[in-house]
């Protein structure tokens, strides 16, 4: 998920129901899901939000990659920005 101070009002057991149940379909299912979700995320978002949040996300992916090629070298040895430096904390 995220590290963020706003996500404090979040229903995190809802989340985690629904991240459980999308973790359960293919792949292809899984790619359609975060596609479909997308319009109704960007309708809310300003231009410079979203590709801030394209970011965020391209970033997830590339420090995912990093960490399973690197498995036990925690954050010290990480190449791959994180959301802290990202955000200045």
Same mark, same amino acid.
């Given at each position: 998920?995220?590290t ?7 229903d995190?057991? #809802?989340i985690?129901?629904?991240?459980d149940?999308a973790d359960?379909l293919?792949?292809?299912?899984r ?15 300003s231009t410079?939000?979203w ?11 590339e ?5 399973e090629s690197?498995?036990?070298q925690?954050? #010290?040895s990480?190449?791959?920005i ?8």
């Amino acid at each position: 998920m995220t590290t963020r101070r706003e996500t404090g009002q979040l229903d995190y057991e #809802a989340i985690r129901g629904l991240v459980d149940r999308a973790d359960a379909l293919s792949l292809a299912d899984r790619m359609t899901l975060l596609k479909g979700l997308v319009p109704g995320v960007v309708r809310e978002m300003s231009t410079e939000d979203w590709q801030a949040f394209a970011l965020e996300l391209r970033l997830k992916g590339e420090r995912f990659f990093e960490a399973e090629s690197q498995p036990g070298q925690g954050r #010290a040895s990480r190449q791959v920005i994180g959301e802290r430096e990202l955000e200045g904390r």
